[in-house]
Antibody, heavy 121, light 111 residues
Framework: EVQLVESGGGLVQPGGSLRLSCAAS????????MSWVRQAPGKGLEWVSAISGSGGSTYYADSVKGRFTISRDNSKNTLYLQMNSLRAEDTAVYYC??????????????WGQGTLVTVSS | QSVLTQPPSASGTPGQRVTISCSGS????????VNWYQQLPGTAPKLLIY???QRPSGVPDRFSGSKSGTSASLAISGLQSEDEADYYC????????????FGGGTKLTVL
């Protein structure tokens, strides 16, 4: 059974940093692309970033480019999202999602339960 | 403003058939497949349809998807109260460096 468990969310001041983690199990982690998708309170889904199965390709939404970094450790079956220079508009539930294959163009098929990030002074 | 355009709301009575549209462009729906997601209140999204019209195992055949040109649709037949949820379309967008784009979501109400 595919399981994705996010952690690392919390309250952070504007301009601060946070690192999210997503522990994956139930599938061959290195064979699948992974994404982060966020949802602001009462709003729709917004794709944030994706990384290929090998980690060799990464993609970012314009809203986070230059501030967020996606990475993965295939030996630990873990996905990360390093978030710097956080802004109030980054406040959201962040979901980790598994892709349908190793390429980032393959859409998310399984989602974690999400971790809440609140950016506020 | 979402790249993919969905109606903000839809409704139907139990047993009815409802459709939700999703409009995009040549760089996303026009050149890539469409996924649909269902998000029940307070829960994470769940994949409902992938590759335009394929259902993952466990998804009832009451749910179906289609695509034509730069638009896609999700149809739900035999509407049930438990179908009340938010529905999102999504597609890979080839413009710039590539990205995933979502619709703004459609809130389905079962009357």
């Amino acid at each position: 059974e595919v399981q994705l468990v996010e952690s690392g969310g919390g309250l952070v001041q504007p301009g601060g940093s946070l690192r999210l983690s997503c522990a994956a199990s139930g599938f061959t982690f290195s064979s699948y692309a992974m994404s982060w998708v966020r949802q602001a309170p009462g709003k729709g889904l917004e794709w944030v970033s994706a990384i290929s199965g090998s980690g060799g390709s990464t993609y970012y939404a314009d809203s986070v480019k230059g501030r967020f970094t996606i990475s993965r450790d295939n030996s630990k079956n873990t996905l990360y999202l390093q978030m710097n220079s956080l802004r109030a508009e980054d406040t959201a539930v962040y979901y980790c999602a598994k892709g349908g294959n190793g390429y980032c163009s393959s859409g998310p098929d399984y989602w974690g339960q999400g971790t809440l990030v609140t950016v506020s002074s | 403003q979402s790249v993919l355009t969905q109606p903000p709301s839809a409704s139907g009575t139990p047993g009815q058939r409802v459709t939700i549209s999703c409009s995009g462009s040549s760089s996303n729906i026009g050149s890539n497949t469409v996924n649909w997601y269902q998000q029940l209140p307070g829960t994470a999204p769940k994949l409902l349809i992938y590759s335009n019209n394929q259902r993952p195992s466990g998804v009832p055949d009451r749910f179906s998807g289609s695509k034509s040109g730069t638009s896609a649709s999700l149809a739900i037949s035999g509407l049930q109260s438990e179908d009340e949820a938010d529905y999102y379309c999504a597609a890979w967008d080839d413009s710039l460096n590539g990205s995933w784009v979502f619709g703004g979501g459609t809130k389905l109400t079962v009357l």
